[in-house]
C-alpha cells in the first residue's frame, strides 16, 4: 500500500469526527474492552484544569450584590442595609456551601482532539494527522489515532447519562477568557436574581396575611390597647413575616443548588487558553466517591486510577469511521496491520474507491522519533 495513498479523501472524511491519539496498546484495548478509558483528574497532564471553573464560581460569589448586580427585581428597596447585608451573605453562604460539596465529586476525564473548528498554522490539513497530537500521545513510534463520529459519540454519552447512578456529560472544551468569563458571570446572576424573587414572594405573601390581621378590631385599635397587648401584636406581625421568608429559603436551596450543580459541571470544560491549540472535546464522567467499575494502571510516580467508559463498537456499530497510522520506520507495514487487526474484529475495512468502512490512512507528518 503507498503511504499517501487516499489522502484527498481522507481529508474530506476527517470532518465531524473527534480523534483518540493514542498508542497501539491503546486501540487494542479499546476493541478489546469496547471501552474508553476516563483518566481521574487528579491524574491529568494538567490536574488545575478542573479548578478553573470552580474557583471562578466561588471568586464572583463572593462579589455578589444584590443592589448592583441583580436587575428586574424590587423586592429589596425597602430593607435596610444591614438586612441587604445580612441576605447577601445568607445567599453566599448556601451556594458556596453546594460548590463545596459538589467540588468533593470524583471526576474522570477522557480526551479527544475535535476536528471541528480545526486550526492550524503549520501547513498542517488532517486534523487525524497532527504533530503536536502525535508527539503528545503517540508515545513515540507507532502511535495511532482513531476517528470516531461525533454526533453518534454525543449521542451515546446522553442514553448513558439517563442511566440512574450515572452521571457524565460531553462537550467541546471552552478557551476563550471571555466567554469563560460571561458563563460564570451569567450563573451567578441566575442565583441572585432567582434567591430575591423568592424574597418577593415571601414578602407578598406576608403583606398580604398582615394585611387580613389589620381587617381585625383588635388590630385596628392596637394603639388603643395596653403596652403589654402591643408588643404581642408587633412580635405576632415580625414571626409572620419571618415564616413567609423562611418558607422561602427551601425552594431558594433547591434553585441554588440546581444552578450551582449546572455550572459545576460545564466548568469541567473550561481551560486555559494556553491549551487552546489541543481543541478537545472531553467526556466527563461525576461519581461521589469511587464508582464500582473504577480501576487502575500504572503511571510514572503512581497508579493511575480510571474508569472505564462503554462504547456502541463493533462490526454494525458505525462509531469508529478512520484510523490514521502515526509516523513509524515501517509505515507499510503498521498500516497493513491495523487493516488486519479491524478485519479480525469484524470490521468491514474500507478500500479504494468504496464508500463504506473504517478508513485507514497513514500519517504523512515527517515527525520521527527513532
Not at 469496547?34 to 487528579?42: C, N, Y
Not at 451556594?95 to 480526551?111: L, N, P
Not at 476517528?147 to 449521542?155: I, N, P, Q, R
Request: net charge neutral; with cysteine; aromatic share 8%.
Amino acid at each position: 500500500m503507498k503511504d499517501h495513498e487516499s489522502r484527498n479523501s481522507a481529508t474530506e472524511s476527517a470532518t465531524q469526527l473527534l480523534y483518540h491519539y493514542t498508542t497501539q496498546a491503546g486501540l487494542l484495548g479499546i476493541l478489546e474492552s469496547k471501552s474508553i478509558w476516563a483518566t481521574h483528574g487528579l491524574y491529568l497532564n494538567d490536574a488545575s484544569e478542573l479548578k478553573l471553573g470552580i474557583e471562578m464560581f466561588k471568586q464572583r460569589l463572593a462579589a455578589l450584590s444584590v443592589r448592583a448586580g441583580v436587575t428586574g427585581f424590587n423586592a429589596l428597596n425597602n430593607r435596610t442595609a444591614a438586612d441587604i447585608q445580612e441576605i447577601e451573605e445568607l445567599l453566599r453562604k448556601m451556594a458556596s456551601s453546594m460548590i463545596s460539596g459538589m467540588s468533593k465529586a470524583e471526576v474522570f476525564v477522557a480526551s479527544f482532539f475535535d476536528s471541528a473548528g480545526f486550526l492550524s498554522g503549520t501547513g498542517e490539513k488532517d486534523p487525524g494527522d497532527t504533530l503536536e497530537q502525535w508527539r503528545a500521545y503517540s508515545g513515540g513510534s507507532g502511535g495511532l489515532s482513531i476517528g470516531f463520529d461525533k454526533a453518534t459519540f454525543g449521542e451515546h454519552i446522553k442514553g448513558l447519562s439517563k442511566v440512574p447512578g450515572y452521571w457524565a456529560m460531553c462537550g467541546s472544551c471552552i478557551y476563550e477568557s471571555g466567554t469563560q468569563e460571561a458563563l460564570i458571570c451569567e450563573a451567578v446572576r441566575e442565583i441572585g436574581e432567582g434567591f430575591v424573587k423568592q424574597i418577593n414572594i415571601a414578602e407578598m405573601g406576608a403583606n398580604a396575611e398582615i394585611s387580613m390581621l389589620t381587617e381585625d378590631h383588635v388590630t385596628q385599635t392596637r394603639t388603643q390597647l395596653p403596652s403589654q397587648t402591643q408588643g404581642p401584636m408587633q412580635a405576632r406581625w415580625e414571626s409572620i413575616a419571618d415564616a413567609h421568608f423562611t418558607q422561602r429559603i427551601e425552594p431558594s436551596a433547591h434553585m441554588v443548588s440546581f444552578i450551582a450543580m449546572r455550572t459545576f459541571t460545564k466548568s469541567a470544560f473550561l481551560k486555559n487558553p494556553a491549551f487552546r491549540t489541543e481543541n478537545e472535546w472531553r467526556i466527563v464522567r461525576f461519581s461521589y466517591g469511587p464508582p464500582a467499575e473504577i480501576r487502575f494502571r500504572p503511571g510514572q510516580s503512581s497508579l493511575i486510577p480510571y474508569v472505564p467508559i462503554p462504547l456502541p463498537l463493533g462490526p454494525t456499530q458505525s462509531l469508529i469511521r478512520r484510523v490514521v497510522v502515526g509516523p513509524s520506520p515501517r509505515i507499510n507495514e503498521a498500516v497493513t496491520a491495523v487493516r488486519l487487526l479491524l478485519k479480525s474484529c469484524g470490521y468491514r475495512v474500507k478500500e479504494a474507491e468504496e464508500a463504506e468502512g473504517v478508513e485507514v490512512v497513514a500519517s504523512v507528518n515527517p515527525f520521527r522519533n527513532w
